[in-house]
């Protein structure tokens, strides 16, 4: 894609899905309907430019998280990541917590795990958990490092 202007159905479809973006979630982050994304994912409309330059963003920030989570739990003896069931907790505790690392973008949860899932193929022993949705997560700058403390008091 990046010496290719244009992109097509099969190469929106194929960066859209391991981004763990949906039809519906793109289809509202670009401001058009969702039949319109499932038309250029299929061929029966072409795809603006403006589409490519946008997954190419999404694309980009999704691989600075990425980066930046793999080498924060690379030096942690027993890293432990969070991820989160819905985009409720996900964005309470987004929001809640003000991640400096995180993207501004208001992504989805299945973002979150999708790229969760990355990050677990490159940092070794990694332990991935769900949250907690009665309390927010976060300990200094790795904000999905549990604090096993604040765990055991709610229980």
């Known amino acids: 894609m990046p010496g290719n202007r244009h992109m097509t159905p099969v190469g929106l479809r194929v960066l859209r ?5 949906t039809e519906d979630w793109l289809a509202a982050y670009l ?7 499932r038309a250029w994912e299929r061929g029966h409309a072409p795809i603006p430019g403006s589409v490519r330059i946008a ?9 600075a998280f ?13 890293p432990n990541i969070v991820t989160f069931h819905d985009d409720a907790d996900f964005h309470l505790a987004r929001w809640a917590r003000r991640w400096s690392s995180h993207p501004t973008i208001p992504f989805p949860a299945s973002w979150h795990r999708a790229a969760v899932a990355r990050i677990a193929r490159r940092v070794p022993r990694l332990t991935i958990t769900y949250a907690d949705a009665k ?4 300990t200094g700058s790795l904000a999905y490092i549990e604090d096993p403390e604040s765990a055991s ?3």
């Open 135 to 138: 309390r927010v997560i976060s």
């Open 31 to 37: 401001c058009v309907n969702r039949r319109t994304v």
């Open 153 to 155: 008091a709610d229980n």
């Open 17 to 21: 899905e391991p981004l763990g973006l």
């Open 55 to 63: 997954i190419e963003d999404l694309t980009q920030r999704t691989a």
């Open 66 to 78: 990425i980066a930046e989570y793999v080498q924060q739990l690379s030096r942690v003896p027993e």
